[in-house]
């Protein structure tokens, strides 16, 4: 778990990471870079993003995030969100 972009990457650098939980409120765009990093660092890694906003409703962050898998609104039961993730999760292969 990351709370800010710096640790992300170092998870990123250190650690298999199959599936990225990422909030899109991230402060100056840091989810964005963050999915972009792990994009090269971890190619096979999925990204779901959760979003408090409407911005990106019309779909056009998988666009921006060519490994976004799928965008959830922040407020998804967490139950439903460990579904999500699980199911990605199985379709990864690890990238160590």
């Known amino acids: 778990m990351a709370h800010d972009a710096e640790r992300a990457v170092r998870v990123l650098n250190h650690e298999a990471?199959?599936?990225?939980?990422?909030?899109?409120?991230?402060?100056?765009?840091?989810?964005?870079?963050?999915?972009d990093y792990a994009a090269y660092r971890r190619p096979k890694a999925k990204v779901v993003f959760v979003t408090s906003n409407s911005f990106f409703s019309d779909g056009s962050i998988f666009q921006h995030a060519t490994n976004a898998a799928v965008m959830l609104p922040e407020d998804t039961p967490p139950q439903d969100l460990a579904a999500v993730v699980e199911h990605y999760a199985g379709g990864a292969e690890s990238t160590t």
């Open 17 to 35: 990471v199959d599936v990225l939980v990422i909030n899109l409120s991230l402060d100056e765009g840091a989810a964005l870079s963050i999915a």
